[in-house]
Structures are given as C-alpha cells and as structure tokens.
C-alpha cells in the first residue's frame, strides 16, 4: 500500500476485460491465419493486406510450377472460414512481398479505414 501522509492509500487496480478479450480474440485470429499457410508446400511467402475493415487480399509468393487457380481456391476457402465469408477476398501471385523502408516483410498490412480504429454504434 502506498502511503499519503499518514494514511494508507489502495494501488491502483485495473481491470480491462474487453481489452483483454479482444487481444486473445486477435491473438487467435492471427494464429489461425498462420497456419493456413503453414502448411501449404507451394506457399513460399505471403502477407495479409487489410484494404478496409471488411476486404483482405492476401500477396503470394508460389513455388514455381504451382497450380495457382487451385491454390488461390484453397487459400480463399480457408481464409474464408476464418473471417467469415462477407470479408471480400483477392489472392494475388507476386514475384515478391512489399517490404518496409527497413527492408522486413510485414505478414500483416493494414490501410485506410482499416488502420482507423471502430468506432462503436449506439
């Protein structure tokens, strides 16, 4: 207990269950996202780009001599599993992945709208 003058003053106790549910929530959802590609063999690289809060394309770097319509249609129906299926979703085969001014790979992007906080309706 922390002490002013000669009383004793509780510690500050914080409580933020939403805050914490929501980091697990996230926490989860980049989890499962991950391994949808973990073990995709004709995956070499990929990164999740959020354009708006409701609409993801995902930038693939493919094994070469991968079939890529079947391999974007499996990437699109377990994403969709994840997300749900009102998230619009584009697959898009790259040579290589959009990289920081550092020079890192980011695994997930998020622009626009998607970079603004929600704001809750009433």
Known sequence: MASI??????R???RLPSRLSWRADLSDTIS????????ERDVWQYQIVQESP?????AVVAAGGADLAALSARIE???????????ALTVDFVDELER???GKVR?????????????PTA
């Open 5 to 10: 003058g000669s009383e004793q003053a509780p």
């Open 12 to 14: 500050p106790y914080w």
């Open 32 to 39: 499962r996202l991950r391994a949808l590609f973990t073990d």
């Open 54 to 58: 409701s609409s993801l394309r995902v």
């Open 77 to 87: 129906g377990a994403l969709t599993k994840v997300v749900g299926a009102e998230t």
């Open 100 to 102: 920081t001014a550092h």
């Open 107 to 119: 695994a997930v992007i998020r622009r626009g709208d998607a970079a603004q906080p929600a704001t």
